[in-house]
């Protein structure tokens, strides 16, 4: 029976809302069932239907001979009787009416699993997630025993405080929580699924001076509740001589006694060793990454000797390059913070799909080098629905983009992918298209171009003249949208109806506006030659 071996079979004393919680973000989807975070889970089994294993109580079972709704219905119903809490399937996940009764007549929940994934990997990465003595990392993508005890120590305080407790550092970033979720709230429930607490949460903290009183603090503080419907906090400080390495924050109803709030002074000081020691192991290992993936992308001699380190210098490979829509003026150390969390969580995504992936920030680009069995066509079809699903299943405040190289036969020539890449994603970024977030070099080779000749315009110091100066000029000096009216219009192939509507504007207005443009400027909107002069001078001039 599989259910002897590693990491087939795996004993853990966790919970299914813990699972959930740590892995559902980027491995997992509650597809049907009540998810009762409480709920005792006692082993990991792959189900084989020739060599079915024995399930106990509590245990989730990983479908990987399961196929059609009939049998998944079926099956269903057979776990449940024997105990099993949770069916995990392969995405897309059947929703027939008979697996739609099934689960409901049980009190099993059935979730999906991201395609392309191993079963083994997942069984493996359940292992460290659910054993209290796995290698499960509170910093997403070191693997160090340090991250991993600071799970430990979040489950003791939460012990010691009767309350669910989260350690974060000074970016509000969660290295680890507890398992416990009971007496939680939704703010504590968005930061779990997050690992991060939400910008509104630490703003208003921000706004109250709460930080700095938690950090100038030698005891806990008593946090009031900050919005309706969620309950206080009670933070500590954690600190290793002068230096404030973070937080401990726990879920209370009522400040604590005296006895645990001296206990939460002497965790945090246990908390100190530990962050420190996961901080050193953290940074040589990001910095790792790092310099692997600029060798690989640098091409050439750099590259092979990167590629023999990770295993990779026999592989085709695919250069995935992210990066968030063009932001405005705001908070670079928050906007950097999220770049790095992006890179962690795209680690962690990659890991049981493509195991020998890397991926790593760059100057403000994430960079994900993933080798494949070979330089075909349709590999790349497979590297943009990689990406497609992992930008859709991101939560991140900003709205990222990914494009994708191609896929070239030896990572000596992975310099070509990055271009590629590079080029797709800075036409995604400069695009207004709402719904289109990823894109290879060729699906954008037009808009591509005219960016490249732009820069060499650029460069020359070639700016525009004529008619378009003149609107410009205008425009700043009166405050009026000429250039705009007249870019939509011309966006539009004059249709002045969904030009005006893009505006948002009367049609009868934007008709004068194109008349004033035209006094204003000499221009003559019925003449193609002129029309096509303004939209390269657009297009190319900004």
């Known amino acids: 029976m599989n259910e002897q071996r590693s990491p087939d079979r795996v004993t853990t004393a966790a919970t299914l809302g813990r699972l959930f919680d740590r892995l559902g973000s980027t491995l997992l989807s509650l597809e049907a069932g009540h998810l009762d975070a409480s709920t005792q889970v006692s082993a990991v089994v792959l189900y084989d239907p020739l060599d079915p294993p024995t399930i106990t109580s509590g245990t989730i079972v990983l479908g990987v001979g399961l196929t059609g709704p009939e049998q998944m219905a079926a099956q269903i119903r057979s776990l449940a009787a024997d105990g099993a809490v949770a069916l995990v399937v392969r995405e897309p996940v059947p929703t027939s009416r008979e697996v739609a009764e099934a689960i409901a007549e049980s009190d099993m929940v059935l979730l999906g699993l991201i395609r392309g994934a191993s079963w083994i990997q997942v069984a493996t990465m359940l292992n460290s997630t659910l054993s209290p003595e796995g290698s499960e990392s509170g910093i997403v993508g070191s693997g160090t025993d340090a991250a991993a005890e600071l799970f430990e120590l979040a489950d003791a305080v939460a012990a010691l405080l009767q309350a669910p407790v989260t350690i974060e550092n000074l970016s509000s970033r969660v290295l680890a929580f507890s398992a416990d979720q009971a007496g939680t709230d939704e703010p504590r429930r968005q930061t779990i699924l997050g690992l991060q607490v939400p910008d509104v949460y630490g703003d208003m903290h921000r706004a109250q001076g709460v930080f700095r009183q938690i950090y100038t603090s030698p005891t806990p503080v008593f946090v009031k509740s900050v919005v309706s419907g969620s309950l206080p906090r009670v933070a500590m400080r954690v600190k290793a001589g002068e230096e404030v390495l973070g937080s401990i924050w726990a879920v209370v109803e009522e400040p604590l006694t005296a006895q645990r709030a001296q206990g939460m002074v002497e965790a945090a000081r246990v908390v100190a060793l530990t962050m420190l020691r996961a901080r050193v192991a953290f940074d040589a290992s990001a910095r790792l990454r790092l310099g692997l993936v600029s060798m690989l992308l640098d091409g050439g001699i750099r590259a092979r000797e990167a590629a023999t380190q990770l295993d990779i210098a026999a592989d085709a490979a695919c250069v995935i390059a992210l990066g968030p829509g063009e932001r405005g003026a705001g908070d670079e150390a928050r906007s950097e913070a999220e770049l790095q969390r992006v890179t962690s969580t795209l680690n962690m995504y990659l890991q049981p799909i493509y195991p020998r992936a890397i991926a790593a920030l760059l100057g403000g680009v994430i960079y994900a080098v993933v080798p494949l069995r070979a330089a075909e066509e349709r590999m790349q079809s497979e590297m943009v629905q990689l990406a497609r699903e992992f930008v859709s299943r991101m939560d991140a405040p900003s709205r ?121 400027a000499g221009i003559d909107l019925d003449d193609a030659a002129s029309r096509f002069g303004l939209m390269l001078q657009l297009r190319l001039l900004g």
């Open 400 to 520: 990222f983009f990914a494009g994708v190289g191609s896929v070239v036969p030896s990572v000596s020539e992975l310099t070509e992918s990055k271009a590629e890449a590079d080029g797709a994603l800075r036409v995604l970024r400069s695009r207004a298209v709402v719904g289109e977030q990823v894109a290879t070099a060729d699906e954008v080779q037009v808009d591509w171009l005219m960016l490249r000749i732009s820069d060499s315009l650029a460069v020359d110091g070639i700016v525009a003249t004529g008619p378009l100066a003149t609107l410009r000029t205008y425009d700043a000096q009166h405050g009026t949208e000429f250039v705009a009216t007249l870019r939509s219009w011309l966006d539009h192939f004059g249709d002045v109806r969904s030009a005006s509507q893009a505006m948002h504007v009367h049609t009868n207005t934007f008709r004068y506006r194109l008349s004033r443009l035209s006094e204003i």
